[in-house]
Nanobody, 126 residues
Framework: QVQLVESGGGLVQAGGSLRLSCAASGRTFSNYAVGWFRQAPGKERDFVAAISLSSGNTVYADSVKGRFTISRDHVKNTVYLQINSLKPEDTGVYYC???????????????????WGQGTQVTVSS
């Protein structure tokens, strides 16, 4: 079983930055990928970014390229999402998720991810 715990959300003004953390526990993660999704009120849960824990390969949604950076810390079993130049449309609940591997187009689909955290709220004021 895998447990994921997000932290780092909050209220921030447009143009500001946040670093979200996703702490993983429960098993060996060497062949897993960890991703971030966000869900705005009344909308679907959308893919944001993901990283392979074994290779370090990353993938991003087009809407966040250049502003979001995903990274991992093997020692701490933690994945980070650095968010810069925040915009009001970045507001939502940010979830981290885990699955085996980062291959295929299914990686962009929330239903293909097996484990989820409880989410952390990010609110960007204009």
């Amino acid at each position: 079983q895998v447990q994921l715990v997000e932290s780092g959300g909050g209220l921030v003004q447009a143009g500001g930055s946040l670093r979200l953390s996703c702490a993983a526990s429960g098993r060996t993660f060497s062949n897993y990928a960890v991703g971030w999704f966000r869900q705005a009120p009344g909308k679907e849960r959308d893919f944001v970014a993901a990283i392979s824990l074994s290779s370090g390969n990353t993938v991003y949604a087009d809407s966040v390229k250049g502003r979001f950076t995903i990274s991992r810390d093997h020692v701490k079993n933690t994945v980070y999402l650095q968010i810069n130049s925040l915009k009001p449309e970045d507001t939502g609940v940010y979830y981290c998720a885990a699955r085996r591997g980062l291959y295929g187009s299914s990686r962009y689909v929330s239903q293909s991810w097996d484990y989820w955290g409880q989410g952390t709220q990010v609110t960007v004021s204009s």
